[in-house]
C-alpha cells in the first residue's frame, strides 16, 4: 500500500507539473466511446504509456489517451479507454487514475460504457442514465489499508449516483428531444460474455445493463468524495428465451453509431449545467 500511495503522490506531481488547471469533471469513455473528444478544446494530451505509474488499456476501440482541455466552460480531464478487471488488473491498479483525479482536485465522474442490455424494454443503440449498481466482480478498489485522507473506511454508496447530477442530464436530455432510458447497471468480471442462464439470472437480481467496466471507478469516486454521473449506451438487447451470439464487433458497432447522441448529450450536459459539476 505504502507503494501505491507514493505512486500516486508521483503521478499527481507530474500533473501539477503539466497540466495548465485542474480538471473539474473526470470524463472517461468506454469501448467505441472515444469520438467525444471530438467536441473539446484540447489543451493537453498524452498517452497513457507516457504517463508516470499509469496502467496500459489492452481493449478493443480503447485509444488509451488522456486529454484535458475544456468543453464550453468546463474544466474536463477525457479518458478514452479505461481499465478492466479481465485484462488482469486489481481493481486498485485499474482505478489509479481516477485516484489521481481526486489527488489533484476534481470534483465529478462522468463515466460511460457500453453495455448489454437485459431489460426487454430496452432497444439496441439506446442511452440509459445509471440509477444504480450491483457488483459482481470480485475485488473491491478499497480492499487493504484505508488511507484516511482519502476517504472513510466504509464509504456509503446509498447515493452513489449523484441525484442532483442525474436531474439536470434529465433536463437537458428533454430540452433536446432526446430519449433517455433509466436503470440499473451490474457488473461482472468477463472476460467471458453472458450465458443465456448468466443472462436470466441478472435479469432476476433487477439489472437492466451489463458489462465489465465502471463499478469500481464509481466505489473509489464515492470514497474520494466525487460527485458521480453515469451513463450506459445499450449495444444490444438479448432475451435468454430467444437468445443470439454476442460479438465484440458488434457491440463496438452499435456503441459508435450511438456516440453522436452521446456527445451531443454530454457537451449541452457540461455546457449548460457547468454550475453543478463545476
Known amino acids: 500500500m505504502e507503494q501505491y500511495v507514493a505512486a500516486v503522490e ?5 500533473f501539477q507539473r503539466e497540466l495548465p488547471w485542474t480538471p473539474d469533471v473526470c470524463l472517461m469513455l468506454g469501448t ?7 467536441a473539446m478544446d484540447v489543451a493537453w494530451k498524452a498517452g497513457y504509456g507516457d504517463i508516470p505509474n499509469f496502467p496500459v488499456s489492452t481493449s478493443p476501440d480503447h485509444a488509451g489517451k488522456l486529454l484535458v482541455g475544456k468543453i464550453g466552460n468546463a474544466k474536463v480531464a477525457l479518458f478514452q ?9 486489481r481493481t486498485r491498479e485499474l482505478t489509479f487514475p481516477i485516484r489521481v483525479m481526486a489527488g489533484l482536485g476534481a470534483k465529478v465522474l462522468i463515466g460511460c460504457n457500453a453495455t448489454g442490455g437485459l431489460n426487454l424494454g430496452f432497444s439496441s443503440g439506446d442511452l440509459m442514465l445509471i440509477t444504480d449498481h450491483i457488483n459482481l466482480i470480485p475485488d473491491n478498489p478499497l480492499r487493504g ?24 442530464i434529465v433536463q437537458v436530455a428533454g430540452n433536446l428531444g ?10 461482472v468480471p ?34 474520494a468524495g466525487m460527485e458521480v454521473l ?3 449506451v445499450i449495444a444490444n438487447v438479448n432475451d435468454p428465451d430467444n437468445f443470439q451470439p454476442i460479438l465484440i464487433e458488434d457491440v ?8 453522436h447522441r452521446l456527445e451531443r448529450l454530454l457537451v449541452n450536459f457540461l455546457i449548460n449545467a457547468h454550475s453543478s459539476v463545476g
Not at 10 to 14: A, H, K, N
Not at 32 to 38: D, R
Open 32 to 38: 467505441g466511446l472515444g469520438g467525444v473528444a471530438q
Open 145 to 168: 489499508s484505508n488511507i484516511d485522507r482519502w476517504g472513510p473506511r466504509f464509504p456509503d454508496l446509498s447515493k452513489a449516483y449523484s441525484i442532483t447530477l442525474r436531474k439536470k
Open 252 to 259: 463496438i458497432a452499435q456503441a459508435h453509431k450511438a456516440e
Open 230 to 232: 453515469g451513463i450506459s
Open 190 to 223: 468477463g472476460p467471458s460474455l453472458e450465458t443465456p442462464a448468466e443472462t436470466r439470472f441478472l435479469r432476476m437480481i433487477g439489472a437492466d445493463a451489463v458489462a465489465m467496466s465502471l463499478v469500481p471507478e464509481v466505489i473509489v469516486a464515492v470514497h
Open 81 to 89: 479507454g479505461r481499465f478492466h478487471f479481465y485484462e488482469g488488473y
Open 178 to 187: 432526446m430519449a433517455l432510458r433509466e436503470g440499473i447497471f451490474v457488473a
Open 10 to 14: 508521483e503521478t499527481v506531481s507530474f
